[in-house]
């Protein structure tokens, strides 16, 4: 029995069919596409550990790793790397799954960190005759194509990190200081931040974002310090009162840090307002610590009930937000790891509701496709303004 409508030709009820089949099609990938939220990541003694951005849903087990974890953990836009035991880095997919426990071997690693094209780590191997002539060493993504830089007379801690520009290291040879060269090893800058005051070797832990470096004095009254990327505005105690912090971790939100001693990891406001020691508990020794994908607060504009939504991502890709009834649709492009700013602008309800009320609460889809990866979404609600 044919369904055409009277009237209606059965080459154009065929015709409508197969267009709706299409859009269909096209609509497919995008419902299908995994739904992931951003986390925080630790590791314990065997584990490596994740949370909910909003300290909820802790999985103790979330990986088991081989014999131990070292003092490292990175996340990319496709993997999670942390440094084994055994002279290894080993390697998940975000979601846990295909744990490679000999991703790359022969790694005498202190600290590991990852960006858009490769993986990097401290390679803390040694010769009597030159005992602090540590170097770091780089890979591509895939383990492959392994160089070293010579970094010159240094004391490695647990501190790597980089950014589109420089790799960063803690260097606690003598004193305490921060050191960077370019992403190819060359120029580098041995005391390109000095800490006066700092007890040798209590530097552990380092992070970098768009703006600021950030680094951790691991003692019972432990601080997380930060300065301006060119190496000005030193802060040395911009968080204070942590307990003995081993690492830090930095997205478009927050400052996090895992606190050794009390089994705790901590959170504050990007400003180093809001500070939360015991944001997540119960969570072992906690070691180094990562974030990834992530979306942060909102700056609004009152005169137009717009706002920019700043998303951290960690590594180069597309970031889009969905259209729905009550806002537009907006694509940002990141060409390297950190923040890119979306554009939120009010439609349909949203738009009507701001005009009566002064503001409206909009639910807002996000999606970040990595370069050559599978796209994740987050959902997130905000508020909009306008007048006032």
């Known amino acids: 029995m044919s369904h055409a409508r009277a009237g209606t030709p059965q080459s154009q009820t065929h015709g409508i069919l197969v267009l709706a089949l299409i859009a269909a099609l096209l609509v497919l990938p995008l419902a299908l596409a995994p739904r992931a939220e951003a986390f925080v990541y630790w590791n314990g003694y065997a584990t490596v550990e994740r949370a909910n951005l909003d300290g909820t849903g802790v999985e103790p087990s979330f990986i088991t790793t081989a014999g131990g974890s ?23 997919n975000l979601d846990g799954t295909g744990v490679d ?21 401290s390679n803390a191997s040694t010769t009597p005759e030159d005992p602090y002539d540590p170097t770091i060493v780089r890979a591509n993504l895939d383990g492959s194509d392994k160089t070293s830089f010579d970094i010159g007379p240094s004391y490695l801690g647990a501190g790597l990190a980089v950014d589109t520009a420089h790799i960063y290291w803690v260097d606690n040879y003598s004193g305490c200081a921060i050191e960077r060269a370019n992403l190819d090893g060359t120029g580098v800058e041995q005391g390109f931040i000095s800490l006066p005051g700092c007890s040798p070797g209590a530097l552990s832990g380092l992070a970098v974002d768009a703006e600021h470096i950030y680094w951790t004095t691991f003692t019972n009254t432990g601080t997380i310090g930060r300065a301006n990327l060119d190496g000005s505005g030193v802060e040395p105690s911009f968080i204070t009162g942590a307990s003995f912090p081993a690492d830090v971790a930095v997205d478009a939100a927050h400052v996090y840090w895992t606190g050794s001693a009390a089994g705790t990891i901590g959170r504050a406001n990007l400003d180093g307002s809001g500070v939360e020691h015991s944001f997540i508990t119960g969570v072992g020794l906690p070691g180094s610590i990562a974030v990834n994908f992530s979306v942060g607060k909102p700056k609004k504009n009152k005169e137009g009930g717009t706002a920019q939504l700043p998303v951290e991502v960690p590594a180069p890709g597309g970031v889009a937000l969905a ?19 979306l554009t939120i602008k009010p439609t349909g309800r949203a738009k009507k509701k701001l005009a009566q009320k002064g503001k409206a609460k909009v639910k807002v889809d996000i999606t970040y496709t990595p370069d050559g990866g599978l796209p994740e979404t987050q959902t997130t609600t905000l508020k909009l303004v306008k007048g006032g």
Do not use: C, M, N, P
Not at 101 to 121: N, R
Not at 325 to 337: C, D, F, I, M, Q
């Open 70 to 92: 070292g003092g490292a953990l990175a996340v990319g836009a496709r993997h999670i790397y942390w440094a084994g035991y055994t002279g290894t880095i080993e390697r998940a």
């Open 323 to 341: 259209q729905t009834k009550k806002v537009k649709a907006a694509e940002v492009r990141a060409e390297a790891a950190g923040e890119v700013q």
């Open 101 to 121: 426990h000999s991703f790359i071997t022969g790694a005498d690693t202190g600290s590991v960190a990852v960006d858009a094209a490769h993986v990097y780590w």
